[in-house]
């Protein structure tokens, strides 16, 4: 018999392996969840590690009020197949309330008001630990973060106050007000989700595939045309065949032109692409630090 | 796309060397040679370069992520990178040469498969090269490649490399280390590591990536002595699964075989294995580093923190505990008599330590009996006792059972890492 794991096997292991980690040392854990691939990926994870009870912790998502209506169609259709509890936090009402300006101009997005309201989100919840699908190989910042990340009572990442993290062993101890980031599939790659997901057979929103909608170009990515995002009067828009490789909100996410319309598809393409994941997410553009900046203020 | 077609194995590698040796260059040259580098990615430390007035572009900024250390031009933390041959699946932990950041060497090491260690042929083997290659023994890496880089300064001289080769060959004959391969490389200019140099006629070995590729690391793991530590108790609660009492975890050694005998710690009873679970389905066998649920026959009542072991096979249960640390905290060792957390596989306890045998000199690897204060970065042996029976295996045998770490309970901090004798 080969003792042998493939790679994907492999990280699936870790993966489950820091998800019951997190359910065992901390006392209100909370999943947060965006909608998109890696988040899916996330709560598969989570059902195959504590099978065959429920995921033991809730569903948060912090909802820009700019997502694409099939994201939030397709959260809801998830959380009602696993019975999981779902807190969506608003920036919308955030907004209304005044715990945060909107931008304006051109370039606005409610990228940046996330962090807020999920920061509220947690104190509401007296969450003590957040699991997110970050990914190391997502961007720079993200590259040097642990799997049990520790966040001050402000929330604030410290990127040169983090803890060793040796062999399986994940230190979650803080004091009062602190909590954790956890990061299950730091390890895993775009094109590793990507393989299991077709591997396992994971249902996705239809964003991920080729398909029809109206753009328009500005800095060299597509964005959609809707009427959340100021248009220049240069900017015409045209229809074309394309499909989101990242899914943020619809301000902040490019997309693709593909013709990838399943995963077998999406998969090749994705191992022959020139381009990062997160190349077209302007939100990581606004400056060369931009990850590295929002972390530090207690984004996810 | 099926479950065949994926079939790589994971390698984890470790790189340290002093920040002069250019071991981001040679990563940056790894991802780069191997097409695993992206054209944004590319162009973004093109321009950085650019901006910077550096000559050509400087892959080394590929691995410098943080605001500071693009600033000062160091690499201060760990940064995990990531590429993939048709063959393996890597991950590199990248680690940095100063001393003051053992720590996160030490980190990136715990779980590596193979330490590169890379040597500047102009200066041979220095400080740095002492320190990490005895961490790489210390954590039991089992397998070290020694690139001997910059040839292309010292004229792709043999000469020289040979002589480097013994000089570390005479070293590291008093470490512990199982296999050590050398490669002359230039990672500037990409001889050897991707592809073969045509300026080293005289080397016949393999390149570094064609090491990568093909290391045998299929017995890595200790796959005789079966460890399973219980991480988690699974009770669904629910009609379906009235009476299902899984013990969910990691296997840390060994194997487990569904109707298998076997003794559970601490308690000393006895059961057999009803039932390997896993969500997609029951399964006859388990094997590190599998993630599984675990039944047994008897109604019994195990908790986290317990361990699943074969009658015949057990690990040293004992309160007294004897081994190697390295020190990372600021606070030196509270000692004699410092209170710790300790947290070993899955358990915690409250530990004292009960003695410094002696620290060690990295250099010489000399046993220093006199100075016994522990700080950071410091190497020593000591004696501690816990509140509670661990159930231990020597580091050298399994690196999952024979390692803990040390909490401060005041500051929450990680403050040691510690290899059990």
Known sequence: MKYQLSHLRELEAESIYVMREVAAQFEKPVLMFSGGKDSIMMVHLAAKAFFP?????????????????????????????????L????????????????????NASRNALQTAVLLEELEKGKFDAALGGARRDEEKARAKERFFSHRDEFGQWDPKNQRPELWNLFNGKKHFGEHFRVFPISNWTELDVWQYLAIEEVELPSLYFAHKRKVFERDGTLLADTPIIQRKESEQ????????RTIGDMTCTGVWESDADDL????????????????????????????????????F | MTEQLVDTELLRFSTAGSVDDGKSTLIGRLLYDSKSIFEDQYEQIKATSERRGEEGVNLALLTDGLKSEREQGITIDVAYR??????????IADTPG??????????????????????????????????????????????????????????????????????FSGFSSKLDVKDIHFIPISA???????????????????????????????????????RFPVQHVIRPYNDDYHDYRGYAGRLAGGTIRKGDEVLLLPSGFKSKVSKIDTFNGEIEEAYPPMSVTILLENDLDLSRGDMIVRPNNAPEVTQDVDAMICWFDDDKMKSPRGRYTLRH????????????????????????????????????????RTTKPLFIDEYRKNRITGSFVLVDEGSNNTVAAGMII
């Open chain 1, 53 to 85: 009870a429920r995921i033991p912790f809730p569903l948060l998502h912090v909802d820009t009020g700019h997502n694409f209506p099939e994201t939030i169609k397709f959260r809801d259709k998830l959380v009602a197949s696993l019975g999981a509890k």
């Open chain 2, 82 to 91: 990531y590429f993939a041959t048709p063959k393996r699946k890597f991950i």
């Open chain 2, 188 to 226: 500037l200019n990409g001889d050897n590591v991707v592809d073969r140099s045509e300026n080293m006629a005289w080397y016949e070995g393999q390149t570094l990536m064609h090491y990568l590729e093909n290391v045998h690391i299929g017995s890595d793991h200790n796959f005789i002595d079966t």
């Open chain 2, 345 to 384: 596989t899955t358990q915690e306890v409250q530990c004292l330590i009960k003695e410094v045998k002696y620290t060690l000199d990295i250099n010489t690897l000399h046993r220093n009996q006199e100075d016994l204060e522990v700080k950071m970065n410091d190497i020593a042996r000591i004696k501690i």
């Open chain 1, 264 to 299: 077998d598809k999406i998969i090749q393409e994705v191992s022959t692409t020139r381009m990062t994941e997160r190349g077209g997410r302007t939100d990581d553009k606004r400056s060369e630090t931009s990850m590295e900046d929002r972390k530090k203020k207690g984004y």
């Open chain 1, 87 to 106: 807190i969506v936090g608003s920036v919308d009402e955030a907004i209304d309330s005044g715990l945060v300006r909107e931008e304006k101009g051109f």
């Open chain 1, 237 to 244: 828009v045209v229809e074309k065949m394309v499909r989101c």
């Open chain 2, 98 to 167: 100063h001393i003051q950041y053992t720590r996160n060497m030490v980190t990136g090491a715990s779980t590596a498969n193979v330490a590169l260690i890379l040597i500047d042929a102009r200066n041979g083997i220095v400080e740095q090269t002492r320190r990490h290659s005895f961490i790489s023994s210390l954590l039991q890496i089992p397998h070290i490649v020694v690139c001997i880089n910059k040839m292309d300064l010292v004229d792709y001289d043999e000469e020289a490399y040979e002589s480097i080769k013994n000089e």
